[in-house]
């Protein structure tokens, strides 16, 4: 089924279109390049294909179709979520952690490291929300339907086969979602999910950056991203030593500003009901 807002997106490409255009249009045939019309046909044009632009290219995506990555909520909650992992030995010390705090947390894999270590994802599984993040962690911005959807397909396959569980939550490689990439997820029964707050993990920054980066930009309902992977690498190429020593102290201060801790379907489910 196609989201309502492919009707929206198609309108603001033509817009993007008729607009550019029809500016260029009237320079061609001698009209003044700073007329009003000119003006206002390329500025609506040129707005439209840059919404386009920034839309494609957001991990809160909404003219493609809907991106989970807040709940409107006013409640002090949030969810954790890790990505790129199962990845010894980071994965197994983040779980250490998030038992000892007595905290549920939503784990995007990547179905190619499930298959290198298929009991650490189900060990996940069993106490965590898992998602979907693709096979290979692959840019798939400007992928065409069929790549998005093999991609998606041995995700699903891998982490099914590992946990017994088919994840309805699936999260874009690299934040950017097309709409080609959400209806694809969608199509599988996943909802496409982004995030409010990240830490830019990824560069190795010193722990007690990657801390205050995630407290600066989190707010109630929000969705924090930070990674116990890093794409298909396995340890030692794949290094999160400062990104899993930074996890309890940022659980401390949350806790500390009266934050609670839900799973990203919980944090769904708590932003439906506020809206109904
Ligand atoms: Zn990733």
């Given at each position: 089924m196609k989201h309502p807002r492919t009707h929206v997106w198609k309108a603001a490409a033509a817009t993007a279109i008729c607009g550019t255009a029809l500016a260029g249009l009237r320079t061609v045939r001698g009209?003044?390049?700073?007329s009003v019309p000119t003006l206002a046909a390329a500025g609506a044009g040129m707005a439209a294909g840059g919404l386009m632009a920034y839309e494609w290219l957001t991990?809160?995506?909404w003219l493609y179709g809907p991106v989970f990555w807040?709940?409107?909520?006013?409640?002090?909650v949030v969810a954790l979520t890790f990505d790129d992992g199962p990845c010894h030995p980071y994965t197994e010390r983040l779980l250490e952690i998030l038992d000892r705090e007595g905290i549920r947390a939503t784990f995007f894999q990547v179905g190619n490291n499930v298959k290198r270590e298929p009991n650490l994802s189900a060990e996940v599984a069993s106490q965590h929300e898992v998602g979907n993040?693709?096979?290979?962690?692959?840019?798939?911005?400007?992928?065409r339907s069929g790549t998005v959807r093999e991609e998606l397909l041995r995700g699903q396959e891998a982490i099914h086969e590992a946990t017994g569980t088919l994840p309805q939550l699936f999260r874009v490689p690299h934040g950017w979602y097309g709409p080609q990439v959400i209806s694809g997820a969608e199509e599988l029964g996943m909802r496409c999910v982004g995030w409010?707050?990240?830490?830019?993990d990824w560069d190795r920054p010193p722990s007690d950056v990657i801390q205050s980066r995630i407290l600066h930009g989190v707010g109630p309902g929000g969705v924090t991203l930070l990674h116990?992977?890093?794409?298909t690498d396995a340890f030692p190429k794949a290094d999160r030593s400062h990104t899993i020593a930074a996890v309890s102290d940022i659980i401390s201060s949350l806790r500390a500003s009266g934050y609670g801790f839900l799973t990203v379907p919980e944090l769904m489910e708590l932003d439906a009901s506020r809206r109904a």
């Open positions: 009209r003044p390049v700073r991990p809160r995506s807040h709940a409107r909520t006013d409640e002090r993040h693709t096979f290979t962690h692959p840019h798939l911005t400007w992928s409010s707050v990240m830490a830019w116990d992977g890093q794409d």
